[in-house]
C-alpha cells in the first residue's frame, strides 16, 4: 500500500495537520452539521459577561442598598475610604482610590485568575477564541503546538492557588448575604434581594468546590481510600459536583449578572425591593 500524500505545507518542525506524514485534506472539515455554532455561542456569552462585568466594576454607582445592606459582588470587599458609607463590611485601610482601579480591586484580579485558568473555561477560550481547535475533526489554524510549557500557558499552572483565594472570597461573599437580612427599621428583615444574594452565593460555592483542583486536594493522592474515609467521602460529593462544573461555570456568569443587576435597579430607585419580613 503506497504512502498518504502529505500537504505541501508540511515539514519536519511542524506538528499540527500540516505535519510530515499526515493526509492531505484540502476541506477545513468534512463535517455537514453546525459545529461552529457552540464556539459561536461561547463567544457571545463571555464577551457578554465580560463587558457587563468590566463596566460596572468601574462605574462606582449602585452598588450599595444602605436599607437592606445589599452589596454587588462586584464590589464586594469594599474596603476603600472611596466606598459609601456602609459598604465597607471589612473598614477601610485603603484611601482614596482613583478612577482607574475599580473598588473591587481586592478580589476582581484573582476571581478573574480563577476563570480564566478554570479547566472548563481553558477549554471554552480555547476552541472558541484561539480555535485550538475550534471543534472535533476540525483543523486548528496552528502549525506547532507546544502545550502549557511555556509564556504565557504556563500560567495555568497556578490555577490551584487562585482556588484557595476564590474559597476566601466565596466566605466573603457569605458574609455579605448573611449581614442582607437587614430590615428597613433595623434589625432582621428578609426580601427577595435576600433570596437572589443567598441563591447567588450557593451557586458560587457550588461552582469553587466542583473545581478539579478542590477534586484533586481533597482526594487525587491518596493511594488507599479505605485508610481515609472521611477525605474519600468528599472526594465522592465534590466528584458529582465536577461532573457538573461546565454547568456550574455558566450558571454563575448569570447570577453574578443577575445579583448585580437586582441590586444596581433597587439602589437606583427603579422598583423597591419586595419585603418579606420588615
Excluded at 466606598?83 to 477601610?92: L, Q, W, Y
Excluded at 473591587?104 to 485550538?132: E, N, Q
Excluded at 481547535?133 to 506547532?144: G, R, Y
Amino acid at each position: 500500500m503506497s504512502a498518504p500524500a502529505t500537504s505541501p505545507a508540511a515539514d519536519d518542525t511542524g506538528n499540527g495537520v500540516g505535519a510530515a506524514g499526515r493526509a492531505r485534506i484540502d476541506a477545513r472539515t468534512l463535517r455537514t452539521d453546525r459545529w461552529w455554532l457552540q464556539p459561536v455561542l461561547t463567544v457571545v456569552g463571555l464577551s457578554a459577561f465580560v463587558i457587563y462585568a468590566g463596566v460596572r466594576a468601574f462605574v462606582r454607582t449602585a452598588y450599595w442598598v444602605p436599607e437592606y445592606h445589599y452589596l454587588t459582588p462586584f464590589y464586594s470587599p469594599c474596603i476603600s475610604t472611596s466606598c459609601v458609607p456602609g459598604s465597607s463590611h471589612f473598614g477601610t485601610p485603603i484611601g482614596d482610590l482613583p478612577g482607574f482601579i475599580p473598588l473591587g480591586f481586592i478580589a476582581l484580579p484573582f476571581l478573574l485568575g480563577f476563570r480564566i485558568t478554570c479547566y472548563y473555561y481553558r477549554k471554552a477560550y480555547y476552541r472558541s477564541v484561539w480555535f485550538s481547535p475550534p471543534a472535533c475533526a476540525v483543523a486548528e489554524p496552528h502549525a506547532k503546538y507546544t502545550g502549557e510549557t511555556r509564556l504565557p500557558l504556563i500560567v495555568q499552572n497556578v490555577h490551584r492557588y487562585f482556588f484557595y483565594v476564590a474559597a476566601i472570597v466565596s466566605v466573603i461573599n457569605t458574609y455579605d448575604a448573611i449581614v442582607a437580612f437587614h430590615g428597613r427599621t433595623g434589625g432582621f428583615g428578609f426580601g427577595l434581594g435576600n433570596l437572589i444574594l443567598l441563591g447567588n452565593v450557593i451557586m458560587l460555592w457550588a461552582y469553587t468546590l466542583s473545581c478539579h483542583s478542590c477534586r484533586h486536594i481533597t482526594g487525587g493522592r491518596l493511594k488507599h481510600f479505605s485508610r481515609h474515609p472521611v477525605r474519600y467521602w468528599m472526594w465522592t460529593q465534590i466528584t458529582k459536583l465536577n461532573n457538573r462544573h461546565m454547568l456550574l461555570a455558566w450558571i454563575t456568569l448569570g447570577t453574578l449578572v443577575l445579583t448585580d443587576l437586582y441590586v444596581m435597579l433597587v439602589s437606583s430607585g427603579v422598583f423597591p425591593d419586595p419585603r418579606f419580613v420588615n
